[in-house]
């Protein structure tokens, strides 16, 4: 099971530049995103460095590295990468007061990745653990199975279906893949069941997201009905993670423009443009006050040295960037609990024209459920 953040932020170069305002140097690395096995090489990134006059220009020899250097080691001259172990590298590079950087996912020639390695669920909630396998020969025939839960709070089969029963403490569980006796590898994870008496309890939920931004973690739920600006109710969840030193706020919100009255209930997740999710004013353009379309974002804030910030809206080539299915809804006093889960791809708006800015983002929830009537005030 696998908590950790790892984030790269790029700044792109622009198709022209104001000269009057001389600009610091960009170097930019590309793929700003790549993976390799265990064992192999990577030819060193390709780089487009911009001198402050934002002319394309040689930065000179550039200086290389990676961390950690567990995962993968670099040639500080050339740039050639080493494959070490598994996991994700920074690769970084220096030349002409600028630098840049880039990622490296490696991976064991045989592997196995849990895309949801802990789930949230309320009692009588079913989840299939989603994983993807990795294999340095792609012909090879393998086979995945999950152990049996040793906890009455809950079940799997061999397939690694659970069940919620009762709630409790974190229950972990383990999975397998073998293409034979001798080629076996496991990881692990944990289901935690709550149970939430009323709208006071705190919600929980817990996270991954994929892409150049990568996070294992959870944090608190809350959702809320609350009213549009036209009088309507709409609805809210929030999901909110924050490091136990407050240096990084994480945040994933989805909208949808009508009230949630029911479980049992999947709904679209619409893409959303910069435009669009940016229009927050009143008015018939407000994404939140007057959502046309169920919508969400995914925003990374991270406030001491070094800086970023990271905004990816939901987004795809196609209208509907994915869903989120609320599984159950239980009226408690003061509202209701609800459980569910989501899964949507969205766009960095740092990267919006790249295709390697994409971010894929799962979630499972439970969450008390409200109804505010301050959300739109003006």
């Not at 990795?134 to 079940?155: C, G, H, M, N, Y």
Request: hydrophobic share 45%; with cysteine; aromatic share 8%.
């Amino acid at each position: 099971m696998k908590r950790y953040w790892l984030t790269l932020t790029v700044v792109t170069a622009a198709a022209c530049f104001d000269v009057s305002s001389p600009l610091p140097p960009i170097l930019i690395l590309s793929p700003i995103l790549d993976s390799m096995f265990v064992g192999d090489s990577l030819m060193p990134r390709d780089m487009a460095y911009y001198n402050s006059d934002g002319q394309r220009a040689n930065p000179g020899p550039l200086i290389w590295s990676i961390g950690p250097t567990s995962v993968a080691t670099i040639n500080a001259t050339t740039g050639v990468i080493h494959g070490v172990g598994k996991g994700v590298a920074t690769v970084s590079a220096s030349g002409g007061q600028a630098a840049g950087v880039a990622l490296v996912a490696v991976s064991r020639p045989l592997d196995l990745t849990l895309l949801m390695d802990t789930v949230v669920l309320m009692q009588q909630d079913t989840f299939t653990i989603p994983y993807a396998v990795q294999k340095k020969d792609a012909l090879a025939r393998d086979t995945v199975w999950f152990d049996a839960s040793t906890s009455p709070r809950v079940t799997i089969n061999t397939a690694g279906r659970l069940t919620a029963v009762t709630s409790g403490g974190a229950v972990p569980y383990v999975v397998h893949l073998t293409t034979g006796a001798a080629d076996t590898v496991s990881d692990t994870g944990a289901v935690v069941v709550l149970a939430l008496a009323d709208t006071n309890a705190p919600g929980y939920f817990f996270q991954t997201v994929f892409g150049t931004a990568i996070r294992h973690q959870g944090g608190k739920a809350v959702a809320v009905n609350y009213p549009r600006l036209n009088g309507k109710l709409a609805f809210q969840l929030v999901d909110s993670a924050l490091t136990s030193d407050s240096t990084l706020l994480d945040q994933m919100v989805v909208t949808l423009p009508d009230s949630l009255l029911r479980g049992d209930t999947t709904f679209d997740i619409d893409s959303i443009s910069p435009q669009e999710a940016t229009a927050s004013q009143v008015g018939t353009l407000d994404p939140f006050c007057n959502p046309r379309r169920p919508w969400a974002f995914w925003h990374s804030q991270h406030n001491v040295t070094p800086l970023f910030r990271i905004l990816a809206l939901s987004g795809t080539d196609d209208s509907v960037a994915g869903s989120i299915t609320i599984t159950q809804f239980a009226p408690v006093a003061g509202g209701a609990v609800i459980s569910g889960r989501y899964l949507f791809n969205a766009q960095r708006t740092d990267l919006y024209n790249d295709s390697l800015g994409a971010e894929v983002i799962r979630g499972t929830f439970v969450a008390p459920l409200r109804t505010r009537q301050d959300v739109c005030q003006q």
